[in-house]
């Protein structure tokens, strides 16, 4: 035993205030400004707190399973299963999303250097099998997800210099110099904590249909490959008083039914087989829901507002292969496709084309650049094309809708400018002789409604000399096309965050190009777009932020990496009328884990 004198006393004292002085514990992470919610709320505003329990929900699932774990590169997971059995660090509400509030952990180590980010366990935290979950679980799944998961994960978290615990119940993400990642401790808030003990003698990185053992308000109860997953309501869920859960998961029992296409689940919704369906089909909404169940109100069909991001659904090139490495002919194949036609004939009008990789943030690239945009751009100005300067971007337009002629001559044009010209009625790269010619991807959970999209596509690229084909693959086949890269061109979405940052790195970095299994399925390889992403997740002022999500828009949107396709700006819902809904007027969509079962 070490003998501590007065005066070393007196000094030790001194460091640890210090250290301590250093820090704040915090009962949030706020991005940017306040939180909108005080420390000791007690819900959410968008929620019924004291909303009935019990009761049933069938939800539809589409394509295939035979994995539940989610964070590998292997297999096609269940995806929704982690997120009902499993919880994370912290939570965002839809109605500050710019705010982690604590789930698993207490408390937030926050010091004014920002070299860390440290959670302090809710001391109350426990897996499904009554085990507390500690800071070696913290510890085991982010090194699991990062070293042995997916590739992309490695690279989202690219910024951690180490993870290390501190105590059982506290745990800290130790940064790399430098990286001045501000989103950082926010997204380390939000991946799946797993338990240690439970993955013991198991492969993280093999597909799995052992349930991993979770910390949320259910766990699976039983299952059938590719037909359904039932979930129970944990009865001992430990974090169902928690602020950021009450009014959350009312239901005792959810099940999953998987369907192949998304138009087999409106006569399932019919005939009873599942309990709600979000619509996707703009003709189905418009005309397929005109019956008696309908009409008597047993089957409600509603509006749902919400303030969500646009999906960014687009058809996306694969430029790693030669006939697309040229903008103008992306540009080209853009003009021919007429959405204005579409939208009007297929799609009664529902849909708004996308205009912007961040449509309906508040963050979009329009008009021409200025002030912090305009100076980050210019330090660009020898690798960026005047275009990005000097004409604000549009999306494609058809000025007569049962006229694409104007636009496919544009398209001609362009692609003789790029070194094409006709050859025996072919459009043919004159310095190869190789006809230009196209397969294009999607799945079959959505293939059917493209069908009639494509269609006309297909035939105004005939009229300019290109073969086209559209294949409607199996969703495992489909997926392993685009892990892979094997593809001309596919239908491809993405989720977009309402605060863009890390995961932009995976979707356009250099760094991801050519990591199978990774979002970048484009292939993307710009210095410029490179340095703005740096530029964006280091940005320390919202107005910075802004700044750069908008020049990063605007250079990705001058490159015409995909041609965009269309959004909507609320959630079609159909249900059974046996449920009920908080009252808000947030525009918070179809969240229908918010809803509760009506008495019988």
């Not at 006569?267 to 979000?278: S, V, W």
């Not at 919400?306 to 697309?324: G, M, S, V």
């Amino acid at each position: 035993m070490k003998i501590i004198t007065a005066s070393k006393a007196v000094l030790l004292g001194l460091m640890l205030w210090a250290t301590s002085a250093q820090a704040k514990i915090a009962d949030c992470i706020a991005l940017y400004g306040e939180s909108k919610y005080a420390a000791d709320f007690k819900a959410f505003d968008y929620v019924n707190p004291e909303a009935p329990q019990g009761g049933k929900i069938v939800l539809p699932a589409y394509g295939t399973f035979d994995n539940f774990n989610p964070y590998i590169f292997k297999g096609v997971a269940a995806s929704f299963v982690p997120a009902l059995t499993m919880e994370t660090l912290g939570f965002s509400p839809t109605d500050d999303p710019f705010t982690v509030y604590p789930l698993l952990a207490e408390k937030f180590d926050l010091p004014e250097d920002k070299s860390y980010v440290g959670f302090i366990l809710n001391p109350k935290a426990r897996f499904a099998d009554g085990t507390a979950v500690t800071a070696d679980d913290v510890v085991f799944s982010f090194n699991a997800i990062t070293q042995k998961g997916s590739p992309v994960y490695k690279m989202y978290y690219a910024d951690v210099e180490r993870v290390e615990k501190i105590s059982d119940r506290e745990v800290r993400f130790y940064f790399k110099e430098g990286s001045n990642n501000k989103e950082l401790p926010m997204i380390l808030a939000q991946f799946a904590i797993f338990s240690a003990k439970d993955w013991e003698g198991r492969e993280f990185d093999k597909p799995t249909l052992q349930v991993p053992l979770g910390s949320g308000p259910y766990r699976v109860s039983d299952f059938q490959v590719n037909k359904y997953v039932t979930l129970q309501k944990n009865p001992d869920y430990w974090g169902k008083d928690l602020p950021v859960r009450r009014g959350f998961y009312n239901f005792d029992v959810v099940r999953y039914d998987y369907y192949q296409d998304t138009t087999v689940t409106l006569q399932a919704l019919f005939a009873g087989n599942i309990d709600a369906r979000e619509e996707y089909i703009a003709k189905i909404w418009m005309t397929g829901y005109d019956n008696d169940l309908i009409k008597s109100g047993k089957v409600k069909k509603e509006v749902i507002e919400h303030n969500n991001p646009a999906t960014l659904q687009n058809f996306a090139f694969n430029i790693r292969r030669a006939k697309f490495a040229d903008r103008r002919v992306r540009k080209a194949l853009d003009l021919a496709f007429n959405f204005e036609w579409a939208n009007e004939k297929l799609f009664y009008n529902q849909y708004r084309r996308l205009f912007s990789y961040f449509t309906n943030t508040g963050m979009e690239a329009t008009g021409l650049p200025s002030g912090k945009e305009l100076e980050i751009l210019e330090k660009y100005l020898a690798e960026l094309p005047a275009s990005v300067f000097d004409e604000p971007y549009q999306p494609t337009f058809n000025p007569q809708m049962n006229n694409a002629r104007p636009n496919l001559k544009k398209a001609v044009a362009l692609l003789k400018e790029a070194g094409y010209d006709f050859k025996d009625g072919k459009m043919v790269n004159l310095a190869t002789g190789e006809p230009l010619e196209i397969e294009i991807l999607s799945n079959s959970a959505n293939g059917a409604t493209f069908t009639k999209v494509m269609l006309p596509y297909i035939e105004n690229l005939r009229k300019i000399g290109i073969k086209a084909v559209f294949r409607n693959l199996e969703v495992n086949i489909f997926k392993n096309r685009l892990d892979n890269f094997d593809f001309d061109m596919a239908i491809v979405s993405y989720p977009v965050s309402q605060l863009p940052g890390n995961e932009q790195r995976e979707y356009w970095g250099s760094a991801s190009a050519e990591m199978k299994g990774s979002n970048n399925v484009i292939g993307i390889q710009n210095k410029v777009i490179d340095e703005l992403l740096t530029g964006l997740v280091s940005a320390q002022e919202k107005a910075d932020y802004v700044a750069y999500v908008k020049a990063l828009d605007r250079v990705l949107l001058n490159e015409n990496y995909m041609i965009m396709q269309w959004y909507s700006p609320y959630s079609r819902v159909a249900y059974w009328d046996k449920f009920g809904q908080p009252q808000t007027d947030l525009k918070i969509g179809f969240q229908p884990f918010i809803w509760w079962a009506k008495e019988e």
